[in-house]
Structures are given as C-alpha cells and as structure tokens.
C-alpha cells in the first residue's frame, strides 16, 4: 500500500511538473513573442519617423518653390501692368495685336486665378494634415509610453513567476531525485514483499484448506447443537449483553454530576426566589406588621410558603438519578428508570407554578391598581405580568418533554426511536428559552425595582427584599444559562449515545428486557472475575521433567533413601526428647527460682531495720549479677548461631535459639527495622509522587504542544489554499493582460495602417502638387 502511494503521489508529482513545464515553455514563447513585437514596433516608429522627417522636408521645399513661384507670379503681374501701360502708350499698333493681347491676358488671368485658388486648397490641406499627424504623433507616443509601462509590469510579473517556476522545478528536481531514492528502495522492498507475498500464498492455501475443513467441522456443529441465532430476532437481541464501554459510562457519569450541580445552584435559586417573594406579598402593597393584606396576597403567601416541599424533590431525583449511573450499568434511555421519577418531581413543580400563576397575576394587577403606582411602574408590572407567563409556559414545555424521555425506560411503545433526537433538540431550544425569559424577567424587575426605590413610601425592608429577590433572578439567570450551553454542547453526545445497547444498535424492546440484560451483565461481570482468579502455582512440566530424568539417573536406590528418611525421624525424635527434657529443666528452674524469691522475702521480713537494709541491698545485687551472668551466657549462645528471615517487609536477623537474649533489646531491633523500612518506603513514594508529577507535566506540555501544531498546521493549509488562489489568480490575470495586449498591439497596427494609408495619400497629393507646380513653372517659362 504505502508502496501504491509513493508511486501515485510520484506520478502526480511528474504530472505536475510536466504541466509547468508545458506552462513554462508556452511563457517564455509568449515572452519571445512580445519582445520581438514590440522590436518591431519600436523599428516601425524609427521607420515612421524617419519618414515624417522626409515629409517634413519636401513639404519645407514645397513650401519654398510656392513662395518663389508666388514671387514670379508677382513679378508677371508686374511685366503685365507694365505691357499693358505700354499698350496704351503704343496706340499705334492694330487692332489685330490689341485682340490677341486681350485674348492672352484673359488666359493668363484665368491660369492665375486657378493657380491662386490651387495654392490657397492646398496650403489649407497641408495646415489639416499637419495639425493631424502632430495629433496622432502625440496620441501614438503617450500611448506608446504607456504600453512600455505596461509591458515592463509585465516582464516584472512574468521574471518573478519565471523565478517561482524556476524554484518550484528546483524543488521537483530535488523531490525527483529523493523519490527515485525512494522507488529504488520501494523496488527492493517490492521485491521482498512478492517473495512474502509467495510465502502468504502458500500460507494462505494452506490456511484456506484448514480453514475449510474447520467451517465444515463448526456448520455442522452449529447445525447439531446451536438451537437458533439471538441476533435474527429483536425480541432475543434485546437480552443480549453490548460491549462494555467503560469510557462512556464514565463520560455520562461526568455529564450526570455536572448536571446535578446545575441543578442543585437552580434549586437554591428557586427556593431564594419563592420564598422572597412570599416576603415580598406580605410587605408591599400593604405592610402586614402595620395593616392586614388582601385575602388574595394571604392566599398567595401561603402557597409560595409551600414552595420547599415542591422544588426540593428536583434535587432528590436528580441526585438518584446520578446515583444510578455507574461504571457497571449500560446508560441509555431504556435503563434509566429514576429519569422518571426526576419528571414526576417535575410535574408536580409545574403543577405548583400553574397553581401561583393566577394569584401572582392578581398580585401584579392589585399592585397596578394601588395608589402608589406610577405609569412607569405600572408598564414594568405589564412586562412581569408577560414574563411570567412565559416562565410558566416554558417550565411545561420542559416537563412536556422529559415525561416523553422518560417514557421508553417505562413504556416503550409510547416513544418511537426515530423520535429521540427531535425530543432532545427541542430541549434544548426549550432551555434556551428559559435563558432568554429569566433575562427579560431580570431586566424588568431590575427596572421596577429600582422605580420602587425611588418612591417616598418605600421602605428599607422592601429595599432589602428587593435586593434578594434580584439577587436570586440573577442567581435564576445564570443557572439557566449555564444549564442551557451545558445542554447544547452535549446533545450531539446525547443522539450519538443513544445507539449503545446490544448487538447492531438494535435497541432494547422493553424495560424488562433491559433489566433481564442487567442482571445477565452482572452474572457476566461475576463469571469473569470467577475465571480472573490466580491459579495455584504448581511446577513447571519442563522442570519437572527435568527433576524426573535427575531421580531416574540417581544411583541412590529405594533402600538408601528408606535409611535417610530412617535417621531423620531419628534425629527428629532424639530433638523432640531434648526439646522436652530442657523444658522441664526450665520448669524446674523457674520453680526453683519462685522458691528462692520466697526465701529471701521471708528473710528481708524476719530480719531488723538495719539488717534488713543491709540484705536488701546485698542481695538483689547478687541476684542481679547472677541473673546478668545467666544472661550474658544464653545471649552469648544465641547470637552464636544467628538466622537471617526474609519477608515482604524487609530482611530480620534473629536468633535460632528458642530462648530470647532481652526483651527490650529486641523490640527496639524490631522498632528501628520497621522505621527503616516506614523511611524507605516513604522514599520510594515520595520519588514515584514525583515521577508522576513530572510525567503529567510533560503530558501536559505534549499536549499543548500538539494544539499548537495542530493551530499551526490549520494556519499552513489556509495559507497554502490562499497561495494557490493568488497563483490561479495570477495566472488568470496574466491570460487577460496576454489577451488585452495582443488585441492592443493589434489596435496599434491597425492605426499605423490608417497612418500609412493617410501618409500615401497626402504623398500623393504633394506628387500632384510638385507636378503642377512644375506645369506652372514651365507654362511661366514659356510664357
């Protein structure tokens, strides 16, 4: 497989750089192209201009033949008027000549006019076609600069992509090469794995013929001895026992305890609620310490004064709810049966609320309706009087629907499976509900109390409770909250837990049979511990095999092991007389020495004062010393022959004598070998404290450790996305900016076509004109 993947990512990778290289080639193409376009326009510009140059010139000669035609024409007007004067002086000549000079001068006239009128269309012509080329000149040349401009982003643009596909070849050549590393060791590898491949085959067929025989062995006892199979039938896979999932019975067991804290703090708050708001009737409108209230408040008082007895019952079920989640139980809705009493608990606080909620609107309208209230005071009373509907409606959606929760663990029929997560979701729009009524009723008591106090009957006691019914709205508020983003966060946990139960998330059919699976879980859990217990150490076969062929091969016969069992009960006996024989002797002895006791105290009673002291101080020296000698001597003798014991709390010296050297003695090796042992102990733990302190500090680091890389690797992706976004991006950008500047260089070429067109044309023109500037010239010379 892994083998399969190099070659894959190995010929995508070659895919890829095909792709760029094919890219890179057509660029460097279109880079080509440009550079030798734009050479040849710049060449066409040279070209042009020289052109406009020549023009220029001919049209400055041009300019200068017509004023020196212009000044002939002025000196012909002038041999004219000069012939014509003297034509009149000349009177004489006939009228033959008179008619012919009148014909010639008409014609002259008539050339002169049309010369004249030729000149004047052609210098305006000239003036147009000069004011436009300087145009389209200015035109071309900031279009020109504009067109280099753009052309030199682009080159900037096409060397840095020229430089990334550069890099990003680098890098595939470098990957080419460690992956053809990697393909020649995959090839090795490959090798070696068709040869185990053969070996598997080989294995395989072996193992398919076994296998075979075996399935035939098993179908036929199946066949033989297996009646039916549990898991066809619902009715039979409900009294199967599911795996057991320690960590989800664990995970609910958390969920279940934070519950019950939420609980216990909405609890306390309700209590806080009911109960200061009953102190809340009795004070306001009307004191009850100065006059007697309305029978509706008196009603009202008495049924807030029974809220204990309504919301302390949540707690309770809640807490035997928790109680019974357990490590050992299997958590679903169909075994959850105190889920029920929790939902009775909670009806019946409905109930209570359905049961205050008139007298409390009442209360709200005697409040509008007294004297003291203001306008202001009387919309936030309007506000309440909504709000706490709301708070009632929404408390018996809850019930609504955690009696329907409850209702598999008692009547399965009365819930469809397909039916458990729209319930849990509309629980948690319900909480989410609650959140935002306590919030309004929050804000609008907030307002109305503090309108309250700002009235000249207010009271400082109806300050004080004003304050702590806040305070419990508050309280109220942030349960809620806290209840409903508990609730959110986990329902996804909720739905996905629901298919824990037996074989195929089939579910259980009924509560008795989630009980019957119970009690065979617990028969499971006690047989698996039955089959956990240690098994009696007993001699290895090996060993005993081994100790077998060491008596088989002994020279030592049945007879000789006879006389060595002989002689030990022998000594065994002999030890048993001596044994008996000292204790008598050390009855004897401790007779004796009761004896000798009693003498002596017969004696230091029989004996005077001074005689007495003197034996009393005599005596038990020489007692003691006696006793000290005996001593030393059997303590002598029985730390000759010292006996090490070892056990689980260390190694002791003792003797191996019966006899023991000094009681005291020994109770303080006892004493400083268990205190020893106590302090190495103690060692031992604190170094493992330690040990464990380290290593959770580490798991921690590690742990933060992997969120970090993790944050980094998510923060990498969408980088790298957001690179190949501005890579396609680019790439498009420059197919449009390749598009736009063809279909510009296209334009150009087309104006400089128009421009030749209109540089022939005006070519043409001034042909014209130099021809009929030299008609004239010569019909002015042969005149």
């Known amino acids: 497989m892994a083998a399969a993947d190099l070659q894959g990512k190995y010929q995508k990778l070659a895919q890829e750089y095909s792709k760029l290289r094919a890219q890179n080639q057509v660029l460097k193409k279109g880079v080509v192209d440009e550079q030798a376009n734009s050479a040849a326009l710049k060449e066409q510009l040279k070209m042009k201009d020289q052109s406009l140059r020549k023009l220029q010139q001919e049209m400055d000669s041009l300019t200068f033949r017509n004023l020196q035609l212009a000044k002939r024409v002025e000196l012909l007007q002038d041999e004219l008027d000069l012939s014509e004067l003297r034509g009149k002086k000349n009177k004489k000549s006939g009228e033959s000549s008179s008619q012919l000079s009148q014909e010639q001068k008409s014609v002259f006239d008539e050339d002169l006019q049309k010369k004249i009128e030729e000149n004047e269309r052609l210098h305006i012509q000239f003036f147009e076609a000069d004011e436009q080329h300087k145009h389209m000149e200015a035109q071309l040349r900031s279009r020109l600069e504009t067109l280099e401009t753009e052309a030199a982003q682009h080159q900037a643009v096409i060397d840095g992509l020229t430089r990334k596909y550069m890099e990003t070849i680098e890098k595939l050549q470098n990957d080419k090469a460690k992956l053809e590393v990697k393909s020649q060791t995959l090839e090795k590898e490959a090798k070696d794995c068709r040869l185990r491949t053969e070996e598997c085959q080989l294995q395989l067929s072996n ?130 049966v105190q889920l029920k009493t929790f939902s009775e608990h909670l009806t019946c606080y409905v109930s209570f609320l359905r049961k205050i909620l008139p007298y409390q609107l009442k209360s709200l309208e005697e409040e509008c309706e007294s004297s003291v209230c203001t306008s202001a005071l009387r919309a936030r009373n309007l506000e309440l009087y909504s709000d706490v509907k709301k708070m009632t409606a929404v408390f018996e959606k809850l019930q609504t629907y955690i009696a329907l929760l409850a209702l598999p663990s008692t009547k399965p029929d009365g819930l469809l499976r397909a039916n458990y997560n729209s319930v849990l979701t509309h629980i948690a729009t319900i909480l989410q509900e609650f959140h935002d009524v306590m919030k309004d009723i929050s804000k609008h008591y907030s307002q109305k109390a503090a309108i309250e106090h700002e009235l000249p009957t207010a009271t400082q006691k109806l300050i004080t409770t004003n304050d702590c019914i806040l305070s419990s709205i508050v309280a109220l508020t942030n349960g809620a909250g806290k209840i409903a983003s508990f609730f959110n966060n986990n329902v996804d946990y ?3 837990s629901l298919s824990y139960g037996p074989k195929a998330a089939g579910g259980f059919i009924s509560p008795l049979s989630a009980e019957c699976m119970l009690q065979y879980k617990q028969k499971a859990v006690a047989y698996m511990r039955s089959l956990k217990k240690p098994c009696l150490e007993s001699v290895p076969y090996e060993e005993a095999l081994a100790n077998r062929r060491i008596l088989l091969s002994s020279t030592e016969s049945r007879e000789g092991l006879a006389q060595q069992v002989q002689q030990s009960l022998e000594k065994i006996a002999k030890l048993e007389q001596e044994k ?44 003691n010393a006696s006793a000290v000698q005996d001593q030393e001597e059997s303590a002598d003798k029985a730390w000759q022959e010292p006996v090490q014991s070892t056990s689980l ?20 090796l006892i004493k400083n070998h268990y205190m020893a042992r106590i302090v190495e102990l103690t060692s031992q733990l604190q170094l493992a ?25 998510e923060s990498l992706n969408e980088e790298m996305k957001l690179a190949s976004q501005n890579i396609s991006r680019l790439q498009d950008e420059l197919t449009t900016t390749k598009r736009s500047y063809e279909d510009q260089l296209s334009m150009m070429s087309d104006h400089l076509c128009s421009m030749n067109e209109t540089l022939s044309k005006q070519r043409e023109e001034i042909d014209t004109l130099k021809m009929s500037s030299k008609g004239n010239s010569k019909k002015n010379k042969s005149r």
């Open 580 to 623: 008996e024989h000292w204790m008598l002797e050390a009855q004897l002895a401790k007779i004796k020495l009761e004896k000798e006791n009693q003498r002596m105290a017969d004696k230091v009673k029989s004996a005077s004062g001074a005689q007495l002291a003197l034996s009393t101080q005599e005596n038990p020296v020489l007692l």
């Open 207 to 336: 193992l398919h013929e076994d296998l075979s025989s075996r399935l035939e062995e098993s179908l036929s006892i199946i066949s033989e001895k297996v009646p039916f199979n549990d898991t066809k039938f619902s009715q039979y896979n409900a009294l199967n026992v599911p795996l057991h999932n320690r960590r989800h019975q664990l995970k609910m067991r958390d969920i279940a305890g934070q519950a019950l804290a939420f609980i216990q703090d909405l609890v306390t708050a309700l209590l806080n609620f009911h109960t200061y708001t009953e102190q809340r009737v009795q004070i306001f409108p009307i004191d009850s310490a100065i006059d007697t209230i309305s029978p509706l408040n008196q009603k009202f008082s008495q049924y807030l004064h029974e809220n204990a007895s309504y919301v302390r019952p949540l707690e309770e079920g809640m807490l035997r709810l928790f109680e019974s989640i357990t490590e050992d139980t299997v958590t679903v809705l169909e075994t959850t």
């Open 689 to 713: 404290d330690s040990k464990s302190v380290h290593f959770h500090a580490e798991c921690r680091a590690l742990s933060k450790r992997l969120s970090l890389a993790e944050k980094s690797k």
């Open 649 to 668: 709390v260390g190694m002791l010296v003792v003797t191996s004598d019966s006899e023991v050297p000094d009681v005291e003695s020994r109770e303080d």
């Open 494 to 496: 909720f739905i996905a």
